[in-house]
């Protein structure tokens, strides 16, 4: 059983990622401040009881589905299952190179100063808008793979699908953040 | 002329994917740091209301779970927290107090019989009163076959 301690670092430790994840989604602070707080409540309320090691999954299963509930509320279905189409084509992105862009991206850490186009929190604006751009699932999975550090078999339990679409939505968002960031000359 | 040898694995395509994911994911760390104090405060008020919830879940549980059951309630309604043995041994003190009545209440009858067979063998072994062979209750008590 996890202890005050243990629940309240957690809660501390995620409660950022988990509001800017929450407002990737619904694209508002009060709703993403709604859904976070909800999302703590929940898991406090049913799963205070379990190891801390199994509050991070849980953490996100709930906030996907607090989002969900959100969406519901606000009656807008057709909008979210627009926004979670997986059937989006390659849209060229075969013919992206990523390695060029990781290229890039190690000679930026070269470009310093004077060189550079945008500032760093340009920078961080953009990759932000770009994010947010993403569509749903492919945000969920590169978040969850990548900011929250989870494993692909970890990523999968928490949206509820394979280990495959998961890799498959990682490399999508990796590829169109990478293109997109490249177009907007950002080197990171 | 063959350009395959330019093109990377599929397990390097993973892990440049890798290295360009975690370096977007530490820009938005870098970023998620930089939220209004307004946001971290409402976040800090919904993380104390949370742990509040949680004590009060936790408390809840404990009380459910026997820790406002005496040991005779325990006894009579069972309790799964404990064992066989215990819940048998909380019962003990129960099962003594049956018994204690039940001696009491065997031992209460025997003096009753006891003082009324005094009584009887008292008027049995007496001189008996010439009036009382007139009496027709006394008469039926002799008519009445002995064991």
Redesign the interface.
Known sequence: MATDKELSDFLKSIEKRAFKRALYAVRNDEAALDIVQDTMIRLAEKYSDRPAAELPLLFQRILSNATMDWFRRQKVRNAVLKNFSDFEGPGGDGEFDILEALDALDGSTRQDGADEVVSRSQIMVAIDAEVAQLPTRQREAFLLRYWEEFDVAETATAMGCSEGSVKTHCSRAVHALAKALKSKGITL | MNKSYNL?SAAN?GA??????????A???????Q?GPD??E??RV??E???Q???T??AT?VAASGGGMTSAGAAILGDPGKGWWVTLGSALPLLALLAGLLLIQKWYADVQIAAAAEIDTALLADDLPPKAYGDAGFVEFLKAPRN
């Open positions: 990377p395509v440049l994917e890798s290295r360009f994911g975690l370096r977007v994911a820009h938005l760390s870098e970023q998620s740091l939220l946001i971290g409402r976040l919904s993380r209301q949370a742990l919830r949680a004590r879940v936790r549980q």
